[in-house]
Every structure is written in structure tokens, then in C-alpha cells.
């Protein structure tokens, strides 16, 4: 059993910057790879960036360049630089263990013009 807690969100202008966090937590002291989705209003889920276990990285076309994801033991982090309007959604970490998916509870970021 894994539970993922996002962190970081807010409010930030167009061009700024914000660092998300999720920290996962439960039976495992360890997981394998960690991704951030995002979901815009009656929109899909889509996902943004991804770190295996390995370390390796990968980055949607929209946010590549722009965003950073690493990840510190049990906690992996989104930095996102040169924010744009368009990256306002509701941010969420998941990870997959033993065959099941997690979710974190997701967290806010709005950009403004």
C-alpha cells in the first residue's frame, strides 16, 4: 500500500516558477517510477513528466524545456519554470506498485496573465 501527498501548489504570474512535491509514504520504503499528470476542467488527465527508477527522465512536448522532474528517495519533484496561462490545472503524482496504480490528492496551481 502507497500513499502519495502533493505539495507546492498556488498562485504564480505568467513567466514565474513554482516547485511541486510529493512524498510517498506506507508499507514499501521504496518504489519504482514516479510520474506528475495534470488535469485541466472537464478535461482528461495527461500525462507531464516521468522518472524511473533508473533516473532517466521524460517530458511531454508542452512542458519540455520548462519543466524539471527529479526525484530524492521516496519524494519526487516537479520544478516548473517560464509558467504559462495554459499550465493551469490540478497537478497529480502517481506511481505504480505491485500491478496497482496510486494518486495523490492533487494540488492547485493557477497561472495568471
Known amino acids: 500500500q502507497v500513499q502519495l501527498v502533493e505539495s507546492g501548489g498556488g498562485l504564480v504570474q505568467a513567466g514565474g516558477s513554482l516547485r511541486l512535491s510529493c512524498a510517498a509514504s506506507?508499507?514499501?520504503?521504496?518504489?519504482?517510477?514516479m510520474d506528475w499528470y495534470r488535469q485541466f476542467p472537464g478535461k482528461q488527465r495527461a500525462l507531464v513528466a516521468w522518472?524511473?527508477?533508473?533516473?532517466s527522465t521524460n517530458y511531454a512536448d508542452s512542458v519540455k524545456g520548462r519543466f524539471t522532474i527529479s526525484r530524492d528517495k521516496n519524494t519526487v519533484y516537479l520544478q516548473m519554470n517560464s509558467l504559462k496561462t495554459e499550465d493551469t490545472a490540478v497537478y497529480y503524482c502517481?506511481?505504480?506498485?505491485?500491478?496497482?496504480?496510486?494518486w495523490g490528492q492533487g494540488t492547485q496551481v493557477t497561472v495568471s496573465s
Open positions: 502517481h506511481t505504480k506498485h505491485i500491478g496497482v496504480g496510486y
Open positions: 522518472i524511473t527508477s533508473g533516473g
Open positions: 506506507g508499507s514499501i520504503f521504496s518504489i519504482n517510477d
